[in-house]
């Protein structure tokens, strides 16, 4: 898959209704994406299975759901006042801007060819915000760069209420927002994106081992949502890459069009944060360990991935262009686990109560699973739009069901096509899912 292909998957989803520009009719907010109507299923089925992974399927972790705006002494115990900067250099001739770190100054400009540089400056990626009923005299606050600090300032009211003894998580899913000074790529670098993060707390003696873990775990949970195994791996940070509260990181990475790039960082944050609300907030978050009758502070293994990185990496990982009988066709090979609609119900014509029976039996998919009823243009367009969409299967009512109640139910992968009762639909669509 060349660069080119990225377009190709921004033209996809808008025709699909997957992601629209956001702001489009007023000529569109660079970096900034909205989800349509196949674009936030497919999202919220993403964000589902990866709390279903974490939270729901395991003993020991339990979910929260914290407020954007915090305290702005948070952002400065938490170190992102100081630290949370990006070098940034603009070409003095043309006043393109870059991150320094992603480009080599001894060179010229990519955009017209001078080289003449500005000195490095330090860029604050946090976006500020006053509240208050004056924007002059309101308080300055953060919109929050990241879902973690949530986590961390409730370490108390979670360990009294919940009840969990060490090792165990807290999970949290939500927006997060960040000035990026180089954007791109479609959703892969936007100023407002999802994160869906764990803390899971520790002793300080087991970080080691449970960063392998936790990096095994959810290297995972990609090839579970149906990413290409080889188009995944885990890189381990170089000393010189860690973030300011980071003792040693995995970068989970997909081989996207334009390169190797990272989807979910895995690190061991050491004692860092909870040592700096302590301090700062005077208020102790700690943990009683019983074993040794003393109160310690946790270290934390985070695993922090991005909803739309997630997003865009099955989108790009499913595209497939193929000629069928001598025909250009697109389709996603999305796992049925994501997919926005698992079935559409299609009758062959719209006459002889074929409608009407198509009706019935898509109203009984329904009740279980996301479907689309759709009874416009021929029947190999209709096939189309929903190889493009994604659809895993599709159920066709034709002249057949009048005599023996039976329907085609079609595979999205090898266009195969088999009858089965039509009465049937729903049980074999289950045993389907269940089978991925
Ligand atoms: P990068 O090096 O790409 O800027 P990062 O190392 O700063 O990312 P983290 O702070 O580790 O990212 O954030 C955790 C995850 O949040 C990332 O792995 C990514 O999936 C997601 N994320 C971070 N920044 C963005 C962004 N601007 N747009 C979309 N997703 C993002």
């Not at 579970?224 to 195994?229: E, F, I, M, N, R």
């Not at 209709?382 to 085609?408: C, K, M, S, W």
Request: charged residues 30%; neutral net charge.
């Amino acid at each position: 898959m060349d660069i080119k292909s990225i377009e190709k998957i921004v033209s996809l989803s808008k025709r699909r209704g997957f992601i629209f520009q956001s702001s489009e009719i007023y000529g569109g907010l660079a970096s900034t994406w909205d989800y349509g109507p196949l674009g936030v299923e497919m999202k919220n089925n993403i964000k589902n299975l990866w709390w279903q992974d974490i939270v729901t399927a395991r003993r020991n972790v339990v979910g929260m759901d914290a407020a954007i705006l915090m305290h702005p002494k948070v952002w400065e115990a938490s170190g992102h006042v100081q630290n949370f900067n990006d070098p940034m250099v603009d070409c003095k001739n043309c006043k393109a801007r870059y991150r320094a770190d992603h480009i080599d100054l001894s060179k010229p400009c990519k955009r017209c060819g001078k080289t003449d540089w500005t000195k490095p400056r330090q860029f604050n990626l946090m976006f500020k915000t006053s509240f208050g009923a004056l924007a002059d005299s309101g308080e300055e606050t953060y919109l929050r760069p990241e879902t973690a600090q949530g986590i961390f300032v409730n370490f108390n009211n979670v360990v009294t209420t919940a009840r969990q003894k060490l090792p165990f998580g807290i999970a949290q899913l939500g927006k997060a927002f960040r000035n990026e000074i180089t954007t791109g790529n479609f959703l892969f670098r936007t100023r407002e994106f999802e994160q869906m993060e764990l803390e899971y707390f520790i002793k300080p003696e087991e970080a080691k081992e449970q960063l392998e873990f936790w990096s095994q775990e959810r290297l995972n949970w990609y090839k579970k949502l149906g990413v290409t195994a080889d188009k995944l791996r885990l890189r381990p940070h170089e000393k010189d890459e860690l973030a300011h509260y980071s003792i040693a990181c995995y970068d989970i990475e997909y081989e996207f069009p334009f390169g190797w790039s990272e989807l979910e960082g895995i690190a061991d944050r050491g004692t860092y944060d909870l040592d700096q609300h302590n301090k700062q907030s005077n208020k102790k978050q700690t943990y009683f360990d019983q074993e040794n009758n003393k109160h310690i502070v946790p270290a934390v293994i985070e695993a922090s991935g991005g909803v739309d990185r997630a997003f865009l990496t099955c989108l790009v990982d499913a595209y497939h262009e193929e000629e069928v009988k001598g025909e250009q066709r697109v389709v996603l090979r999305l796992s049925p686990k994501i997919a926005p609609i698992t079935c559409a119900v299609f009758p062959l014509v719209n006459k002889n109560s074929l409608p009407e029976i198509s009706e019935k039996i898509f109203t009984e998919i329904q009740t279980e699973f996301s479907a689309f009823f759709d009874q416009g243009g021929s029947i190999g367009r209709r096939y189309r739009r929903q190889d493009e969409a994604g659809t895993p299967f599709g159920i066709t009512v034709d002249h057949q069901t009048l005599e023996d109640n039976t329907v085609t139910l079609r595979d999205r992968d090898t266009m195969e096509q088999i009858r089965i009762p039509a009465k049937n639909a729903v049980s074999e669509l289950r045993k389907r899912l269940q089978s991925v």
